[in-house]
Nanobody
Framework: QVQLVESGGGLVQAGGSLRLSCAAS????????MGWFRQAPGKERGFVAA????????YYADSVEGRFTISRDNAKNTVYLQMNILETEDTAVYYC????????????????????WGQGTQVTVSS
């Protein structure tokens, strides 16, 4: 069983930056692909970014490409999401999860290929 804990959320002005962390316990993450998703009020949970187990391959939603960077430190069993040039539309609860199924790049974008979700961390971007 894997437990994931997200942290680093908060209130920031538009144009600012935040760095989210996703720390795992119970199992090493070094063999797993990982993803970040977000859910805004009244909206479905949506894909943000994903990273392969090695860190060599990353995927991004079009809305965050060029502003967000996903990375990982397998020695620390932690995945990060650096968020720059934040926009009010980025306001949401951000979740990390372990990708446990699916083959091919398309699978990274869909939440049903992920398990072991964290509790989420709130990101609020003010104008």
């Amino acid at each position: 069983q894997v437990q994931l804990v997200e942290s680093g959320g908060g209130l920031v002005q538009a144009g600012g930056s935040l760095r989210l962390s996703c720390a795992a316990s119970g199992r090493t993450l070094s063999h797993y692909d990982m993803g970040w998703f977000r859910q805004a009020p009244g909206k479905e949970r949506g894909f943000v970014a994903a990273i392969s187990w090695s860190g060599h391959t990353t995927y991004y939603a079009d809305s965050v490409e060029g502003r967000f960077t996903i990375s990982r430190d397998n020695a620390k069993n932690t995945v990060y999401l650096q968020m720059n040039i934040l926009e009010t539309e980025d306001t949401a609860v951000y979740y990390c999860a372990v990708k446990t199924s699916g083959i091919g790049g398309v699978a990274y974008y869909h939440s049903h290929h992920y398990d072991y979700w964290g509790q989420g961390t709130q990101v609020t971007v003010s104008s």
